[in-house]
């Protein structure tokens, strides 16, 4: 008999009050919001009063004009801004990685911090810099551009529809540019010494050898990196709000999902919020960001080849 | 090792409670101490805290003992946002600065704010100092009227003289002064930038508009659907700002308003589309002497009309519990004597109450002798009109810098806002 109470495994209590007060915290700040907006989007208030009315929120939004011309723009906007910091971050992120990782080099620690600092930085710090910097006015840009003879290239380009939005993700890039270069940086160095050597002994050498060896080698970090980068980029807002206000402007030019949930959400000037119209861009925000995720994770990620090292 | 973090920590528990314990005692003491009635002014003017703290708050406590006035500004942008968290957790304080408009009409129907219609001191306004404030029946007003802004030019006088130009009075004689001191080429003739928008709109269209469209007369025909924002009156004025875009400084694309300030209180620019809420700031900032002129109108001999725009007010919070002390301060805030400091201490704010103020800053005494010269009005975009999605003053931003940029024209502009406009508010489709 008590061999048989012995064997019997008493339930592990400690298991639920060790994971207890996580669970409480993340459900508390984040579970309990999430589910929130997501019923607060469908619902619309009437005369003081709340009433539930399905998908009429998101239906406006989407086919209404008087939203859905906003929202698709900013979407629009949103998707650009996403695919600069895709192909200018990533490709110099790399190549930054790579130069840092030559054994040769001369500094390489002040390289890598110096790079890696702008990350660090607030949104606002590097907005209200740049700003700064390119401005007509005051900025060291025009009269950089002066000393080297190429002043006819200045525009304002912030204050110009065609450039701005170009220009607010190329600063963008410039803050973060660090964290693809320290990821990668990080993967490189993790590649065994032995099978450089091997590759060698089998003739593949210099450029071959990154493009042959070390990319194929990377290419989980690199998609590690894209989606820091998706996710980022449409959940974006701190940027554009300190450098072309609320209103995103020139004519919403830089108007990302982010700023729109901005002014929807807590209205501005003499637009008054409406929390319901904010909770349904939100939703369709992360759904966005969910159905990339999931891409993701489920196609992306299983057909990346990973190799034991 | 265990039983040293043990006794850290006994002592930290000790320290925590020993303070708690010192905190509860002070707290104690002050309550002890204070019988008064403190009141607590929930305010956006952070700017302001100085003014109050030393001038208005010790002037009405040195009147009115037992009761303390604490004012408690949140940062501007963040004003509205606080202050209904506030008001719905009852944590409001009994004194509430009005936006005007839509934001406070909209807390009074929630209320939030309690009618004050029967504090003394209130039949010392105008209806249109009062319609800010009101509901669109004008039956009750929930704020007590403080301070209006005045749009017009602020002009550098030495640029002027140095050029040889003359205050303008007419839409010809201002561009006229413009073209001669772009041909001079010291100074930048106007410094304005499209870079924020609302500088386009509010410095821009509300400041010369008001000619065209006449006024409360306009303004009030746009309401009742009786005019559209495609007739002359209202598309006139864009047709004026697209000049505007030869005399702004290079990249005004970019510019922002603080590289507006900037700009002009250096001595680089000459003219200045500004709201009389500069007045202040430009005295301290620019070493030159500063002039104003009024909006030019089309020809000369006209009538003028000034934007006298009412801008802040002072509320009382409906469940606030020291309401008769709060009536009594909104009744000194209606008097000659608050509406005298106020103007004084915040030159460029002028007071909406019938009392003859004197006004010690010769800029806004300029500025105010255009009340007794020009009829009077408010943003056109402000009552009623900017209720519904979209929004008709973030429009008119976007369209006001669109069309100094020239990239909308004039007629565009005007077509896509009154499609806008149309698209919700009934007397309008």
């Not at chain 2, 039949?123 to 009101?134: C, I, L, Q």
Request: glycine share 8%; proline share 5%.
């Amino acid at each position: 008999m008590d061999r048989q109470e012995s064997g019997r495994k008493p339930f592990r209590w400690h298991i639920l009050v060790f994971l207890l007060p996580a669970t409480s915290v993340y459900t508390l700040v984040m579970i309990y919001p999430l589910a929130e907006t997501l019923r607060l989007s469908l619902f619309r208030e009437v005369d003081n009063s709340t009433v539930f009315v399905g998908l009429a929120n998101f239906a406006d939004l989407f086919f209404d004009s008087r939203w859905s011309d906003q929202f698709w723009n900013a979407l629009w906007n949103n998707i650009y801004f996403f695919i600069v910091n895709m192909l200018v971050q990533n490709p110099i992120g790399i190549a930054l990685a790579a130069l840092l990782s030559i054994p040769r080099l001369r500094g390489r620690s002040f390289y890598r911090t110096a790079i890696f600092l702008p990350t660090l930085l607030s949104f606002v710090i590097v907005g209200f810099g740049w700003k700064l910097i390119l401005s007509p006015l005051w900025g060291v840009a025009p009269t950089l551009l002066d000393f080297v003879g190429l002043k006819f290239l200045f525009a304002p380009w912030l204050g110009k529809e065609a450039y701005a939005l170009t220009t607010v993700a190329l600063v963008s890039v410039w803050q973060f540019i660090g964290l693809p270069m320290i990821l990668i940086y990080a993967a490189l160095l993790s590649i065994p010494e032995e099978l450089m050597e091997a590759a060698e002994c089998d003739g593949v050498t210099g450029a071959a050898q990154f493009w042959k060896i070390k990319l194929p080698l990377i290419l989980p970090t690199i998609g590690i990196i894209s989606i820091l980068t998706f996710v980022g980029n449409f959940n974006a807002f701190d940027l554009i709000y300190t450098m072309q206000g609320a209103l995103a402007g020139p004519n919403f030019s830089t108007d990302l999902l982010g700023t729109l949930l901005y002014r929807t959400f807590f209205g501005h000037q003499l637009q008054l919020g409406d929390p319901n119209m904010g909770a349904t861009v939100a939703t369709v925000m992360f759904l966005i960001i969910l159905s990339g995720v999931a891409l993701y994770l489920f196609v992306i990620q299983r057909r990346i080849t990973r190799y034991q090292m | 090792m265990d039983k040293n973090t043990c006794k850290a920590g006994t002592r930290f528990t000790a320290g925590i409670a020993a303070t708690a314990f010192g905190a509860a005692f002070a707290l104690g003491a002050a309550s002890v101490k204070a019988e008064d009635v403190t009141l607590t002014i929930e305010s956006w003017r952070n700017d302001d805290l100085e003014i109050w703290n030393s001038k208005i708050i010790p002037a009405f406590e040195a009147q009115n003992p037992g009761i303390k006035i604490v004012f408690a500004p949140t940062a501007p942008a963040e004003y509205n946002a606080a202050l209904n968290t506030k008001l719905q957790a009852g944590t409001a304080g009994d004194l509430i600065t009005c936006r005007p408009f839509d934001a406070s009409l909209q807390l009074f129907e929630k209320g939030h704010l309690a009618s004050v219609n029967d504090v003394p001191g209130m039949e010392n306004f105008s209806p249109v100092a009062k319609s800010g404030w009101s509901t669109d029946d004008a039956a009750t007003t929930f704020c007590v009227p403080m301070a209006s802004v005045i749009h017009g030019f602020i002009y550098n006088k030495e640029a002027f003289k140095e050029v040889g130009v003359e205050a303008p009075t007419t839409e010809a004689e201002f561009f006229a002064a413009l073209d001669k001191i772009k041909e001079d080429g010291n100074y930048v003739p106007m410094a304005m930038g499209t870079a924020d928008q609302w500088e386009a709109a509010t410095m821009g269209y509300q400041n010369i508009g008001p000619n065209y469209w006449k006024g409360e007369e306009g303004r009030l025909a746009l309401i009742e659907g009786k005019q559209r924002l495609t007739d002359d009156p209202w598309v006139e004025p864009y047709r004026v700002l697209a000049k505007w875009k030869d005399y702004l400084g290079d990249g005004f694309e970019a510019q922002s308003y603080p590289d507006s300030q900037n700009l002009f209180t250096l001595g680089r620019a000459a003219v200045y589309p500004a709201g009389s809420w500069e007045i202040s700031g430009f005295n301290v900032q620019a070493d030159f002497e500063l002039g104003a002129f009024l909006p030019p109108v089309k020809t000369a001999g006209d009538t003028c009309y000034i934007s006298d725009h009412v801008d802040i007010a002072l509320g009382m919070n409906a469940k606030g519990k020291n309401a008769d002390a709060a009536k009594t301060f909104l009744s000194w805030v209606a008097s000659a004597e608050f509406a005298e400091i106020y103007a004084n201490s915040l030159p460029g704010f002028f007071p909406l109450a019938s009392h003859d103020v004197k006004l010690e800053d010769p800029l806004a005494q300029e500025f105010v002798t255009w009340r007794a010269k020009c009829e009077s009005t408010i943003r056109s975009t402000y009552q009623i009109l900017s209720r519904g999605t979209p929004n008709l003053e973030n429009t008119t931003w976007v369209a006001s810098a669109n069309v100094i940029k020239g990239s909308e024209s004039p007629e565009d502009a005007a077509k896509s806002l009154q499609e806008g406009l149309a698209s919700w508010y009934k007397p309008q489709q």
